[in-house]
């Protein structure tokens, strides 16, 4: 991720940016959850891509002090640049093993799939 992040962005802004590219609307909590970081800190990162026209942050109309974070057409076009560039770099990378190395990746990666998704469920639940 740092090697394809687009210039000018942290990892931790990038992954802020998406974040909040998969769950629009998101408060500041749960971003600085998501990120492993205090909220002052998150808000300070916030404000930074604010300033810089990535994101948009608006007061909630039913909760006041809640804000709900939206991505400007710049932070969408900054993130859809990052993952075209790690496709890239992830194609590459995968075009120098052999058929049998990447059906066994395949399969990995379906069992890891499958961890995700019980592990969402049972976060669901709570």
Partial sequence: MRSTAPPG???VQLRALTFIGRQPGSGLSTLAEHLGMSPPSASALVNRLVRDDLL???IDP???RRIRLQ??????ARVRTARRSARTWLRNALAEFSADDLGRLSTSLDVLEHIGATVGAAR???
């Fill in 124 to 126: 669901a639940e709570r």
């Fill in 62 to 64: 039913a909760e006041r």
């Fill in 71 to 76: 991505l400007t057409d710049a932070g969408a």
């Fill in 56 to 58: 948009h942050r608006a």
């Fill in 9 to 11: 962005l942290t990892v």
